[in-house]
């Protein structure tokens, strides 16, 4: 008798920094949920971003493809339709893919490829569109100097929308047990889609409370002014950081944290739930986040650079029967990657046209061969008030022990992540690494153009501004999106 084809549930959180995680080793942080899924499974080390920002992040874990092969290098960039996703794949192998929660897809196409969508975004789906309104939260949760002082205690509608992705998740799984009492064993193909533990940071009382005291100052100061890379001394100028008081870092933090193990608590009532109904048998569960937040090191806050605290994601993947439990994996991978393993995992069609390789075997085998080299870009169109003054083309490349940073029209940074894995000591300007900085740059800039991606951002740019023109005229209905109430956001007294 042939097997039944494998479901797949697949978490994706928003703004989740690996080492906030009990399982990645963080002492203070409470997140039993996943430190259970990481013993049950496998938990990879060095996962990384193909875009530290939410929309490039998302569109390339759906699609296989970097920002640069899909065009999606900012917030308000339209993945074309006719770009086949790891849903479309799926559906092709006879699963009709759902999504529950967060998209973050911006134009008409508000499904790529899954057949049925659940709660829905909390923010448009226009260019141009009808913002939400954080109310007394009031740009909190862009990156503005305002999520720092309004940070602490309270609640965030991010969070109730989460509330609602688990509500809606668990009467999901509870219609799939109840067909399976029928006879229908069709597997299922669940995607899950959550806001937390991305700013505003503000937490509820009970999950802030239980770090009040615990987590301290950053590890790592902001750098000496005469050290510190140009272009990072400019973004921390434009975004008001410079200067940050010990108060709103320890809130801000303690926040952030208490944001986590609330996120934690939601999965796990997801994972519970699975269990519960006895499908969790044949369940591949993937738990990911699209990049992480920085949470004040280095005086840095939320993403956009290219440090790992920013650009390195968590991984777990657990496979009952199928996948080792407990283990660790020290390959360096990407989201991109996750697209041809999970399709390899349920015997989906492979995509065409990706940028990622399969690691379903190196999940199954650590000694599996795997050639360790990853990129990550982050480019804008400084169309986003918080972009800052000029467009910016920054990649990435990941190599063995190495990570360079490319600025475009800056120096770049080289680290050694064997000798220094917090990245303290840049060695772009020493003479004796210079042959390791110009293999890396060359590597950096085959088949990545910069100032071709310059003149591509420019003229879509052009385009958006139409189009925003045309959706303050027209007005088209936002579809699957979450009623967000200016309400649900209010602060505790601290």
Not at 113 to 132: I, K, M, P, Q, Y
Not at 277 to 293: F, Q, R
Not at 327 to 349: F, K, M
Request: aromatic share 8%; proline share 7%.
């Amino acid at each position: 008798m042939s097997r039944r084809r494998p479901n797949l549930l697949y978490i994706m959180s928003d703004q989740h920094t690996q080492r906030v995680t009990g399982c990645y080793g963080d002492p203070v942080a409470r997140t039993p949920a996943l430190d259970r899924l990481a013993a049950r499974g496998v938990a990879f080390e060095n996962a990384y971003t193909p875009s530290p920002i939410c929309l490039p992040a998302r569109m390339s874990a759906l699609t296989g493809c970097y920002p640069v092969t899909q065009e999606c290098w900012t917030n308000t960039d339209m993945l074309p339709s006719d770009r086949a996703t790891f849903a479309h794949a799926l559906g092709a192998a006879g699963y009709r893919p759902i999504l529950v929660g967060r998209l973050h897809a911006i134009g008409p196409d508000q499904m790529h490829g899954f057949a049925r969508r659940e709660v829905g975004d909390h923010s448009t789906n226009w260019v141009g569109g009808l913002r939400h309104d954080m109310g007394v939260l009031d740009k909190t949760n862009d990156p503005y100097r305002a999520s720092l002082q309004k940070s602490g205690p309270g609640q965030s509608a991010y969070e109730k929308h989460d509330v609602d992705v688990t509500a809606a998740t668990c009467a999901v799984l509870e219609e799939i047990a109840a067909r399976r009492k029928t006879g229908d064993d069709a597997p299922f193909a669940m995607s899950v889609g959550y806001m937390l533990p991305h700013q505003p940071f503000v937490a509820g009382k009970a999950e802030y409370d239980l770090y009040v005291g615990k987590v301290g100052m950053p590890d790592l100061p902001a750098p000496d002014p005469d050290r510190e890379h140009p272009w990072l001394r400019q973004w921390r100028e434009s975004t008001g950081t410079l200067s940050v008081t010990a108060e709103e870092i320890l809130r801000a933090r303690t926040a952030y944290y208490g944001l986590v193990t609330r996120m934690d608590a939601l999965i796990g009532q997801l994972l519970h739930r699975l269990e519960s109904l006895g499908l969790a048998e044949d369940t591949l569960v993937i738990y990911t986040s699209d990049h992480g937040d920085q949470i004040g090191e280095r005086g840095l806050w939320w993403k956009m650079t290219f440090y790992d605290e920013s650009a390195k994601v968590p991984l777990i993947l657990s496979w009952p029967g199928r996948l080792p439990e407990g283990e660790r994996r020290n390959q360096v991978v990407n989201l991109v990657d996750l697209v041809p393993t999970l399709l390899e995992a349920l015997s989906a069609p492979a995509l065409p046209n990706v940028d990622g390789r399969s690691f379903l075997a190196v999940a199954g085998s650590g000694s599996h061969p795997w050639v360790d080299e990853t990129f990550s870009e982050y480019c804008s169109d400084a169309v986003e008030p918080w972009a800052g003054t000029a467009p910016v083309q920054h990649r990435m490349i990941r190599t063995g022990r190495w990570k360079l940073n490319y600025y475009h029209g800056y120096r770049p940074q080289l680290f050694d992540l064997e000798r220094d894995p917090r990245e303290t000591c840049d060695l772009a300007e020493d003479p004796a690494y210079r042959p390791v900085r110009e293999a890396l740059v060359a590597r950096v800039l085959a088949g990545w153009n910069p100032e071709a991606i310059a003149r591509r951002v420019l003229q879509r740019r052009r385009d958006k501004e139409i189009l925003a023109a045309w959706c303050r005229t027209v007005k088209p209905p936002d579809t699957y999106r979450w009623p967000l109430r200016a309400e649900d956001n209010w602060l505790s007294e601290v």
